[in-house]
């Protein structure tokens, strides 16, 4: 496995204001993927974090409210911009790490918003 | 499509066997199981390639049944450490890294 590590770990933001999330990870890695879970919820994905290029976002989730920005193999950040109440949840990167099978994909530690 | 988890939840007591289900409607090349306890990210637990292969380590274990679409999660001889929510993640025949999860298990199991 890698060790993924996330700045902020938990933040309290004020409504209408923007937060910018970090996703490390120790090794370089094939792919990185930012998801949401709400309270109580599943896991969404939000979108692919392409190195170099545009993200490639799910549907429901737009460019302008989840920059996402992806300049190596081992970094990524999520913006969660002009935030509302509704945005308060988890957000967590996850990472495949090889391109041979089978695959795995983990997570990291998550960071938990709170929008007043 | 999120697949389906089935069932929502389950009581266990220490030393009883579960098996959590897996339903998706559309043809998967993976499923990825995952525990997650509260207040903590998700675990990754294994992963399957569509093959119908088996995996397991220690005394869990999973199944997958590409043909229809399900897979199942064996938890055998539960311990407290077991406790949590279980989900599937599904990703579609493109390979492409995405997963699509279900809407959760969860696990308790009591001395």
């Known amino acids: 496995s890698a060790v993924i590590s996330q700045k902020p770990s938990r933040d309290i933001c004020q409504r209408g204001t923007s937060l910018t999330i970090q996703c490390q990870v120790d090794?370089?890695?094939?792919?990185m993927f930012w998801y949401r879970q709400q309270p109580g919820q599943s896991l969404t994905l939000i979108a692919t974090?392409?190195?170099?290029?545009?993200?490639?976002?799910e549907s429901g989730f737009v460019i302008d409210k989840f920059p996402i920005s992806r300049p190596n193999l081992t970094f990524s950040t999520l913006t969660v911009s002009n935030m509302s109440p509704e945005d308060s949840s988890i957000y967590l990167c996850?990472?495949?790490?090889?391109?041979?099978?089978?695959?795995?994909?983990?997570f990291g530690p998550g960071t938990r918003l709170t929008v007043t | 499509q999120q697949p389906v988890q089935s069932p929502q939840a389950v009581i266990l007591r220490e030393g009883e066997d579960a098996v959590i289900n897996c339903s998706s409607s559309?043809?998967?090349?993976?499923v990825h199981w995952y525990r997650q306890k509260h207040g903590e990210a998700p675990v990754f637990l294994m992963i399957?390639?569509?093959?119908?292969e088996q995996k397991g380590h220690e005394k869990i274990s999973a199944s997958f049944n590409e043909k229809k679409q399900q897979s199942s999660l064996y938890l055998t001889a539960s311990q407290l450490s077991y406790s949590g929510t279980y989900f599937c993640?599904?990703?579609?025949?493109?390979?492409?890294?995405?997963?699509?999860f279900g809407q959760g298990t969860t696990l308790q199991v009591k001395p």
């Open positions: 399957l390639l569509k093959g119908g």
């Open positions: 993640g599904t990703q579609g025949t493109s390979n492409t890294g995405k997963l699509i």
């Open positions: 090794s370089q890695v094939t792919m």
């Open positions: 996850s990472v495949r790490l090889r391109r041979i099978p089978p695959y795995e994909q983990y």
């Open positions: 559309k043809a998967l090349y993976s």
């Open positions: 974090a392409n190195q170099g290029s545009e993200a490639t976002y």
